[in-house]
């Protein structure tokens, strides 16, 4: 399964953006599939992560701003950003994790600036 992330682009502090991972064959072979982001410099972190059986979490700094969901009838993974803030700026990726030996699967990224 292949995934490719889209949606990304230049917006201003407050704005929003949705960003969308289509994937190339059945998402309900992963159990789990989350949102990262890398910001220059820094490591890949955990946004937001999705189950198979819709509960999610998110990381404390985005809590509030973001929403995950998923569409296993067509593939795809979805993630709602509102209130953009600069520090939100970063190459954004989608991953799906999958059941049993848990191996990563990873879309290319998808840059999001938040910028005046």
């Known amino acids: 399964v292949q995934l490719q992330a889209s949606g990304g682009g230049l917006v201003q502090p407050g704005g929003f953006l949705r960003l969308s991972c289509a994937a190339s064959?059945?998402?309900?072979?992963?159990?789990?599939m989350g949102w990262y982001r890398q910001a220059p410099g820094k490591q890949r972190d955990l946004v937001a992560v999705i189950a198979s059986g819709r509960s999610s979490q998110y990381a404390p700094s985005v809590k509030g701003r973001f929403t995950i969901s998923r569409d296993d009838a067509k593939n795809m993974l979805y993630r709602q950003m509102n209130n953009l803030k600069p520090e939100d700026t970063a190459v954004y990726y989608c991953?799906?994790?999958?059941w049993g030996y848990g191996l990563d699967y990873w879309g290319k990224g998808t840059q999001v600036t938040v910028s005046s």
């Open positions: 064959g059945s998402i309900s072979s992963f159990a789990d």
């Open positions: 991953n799906g994790k999958t």
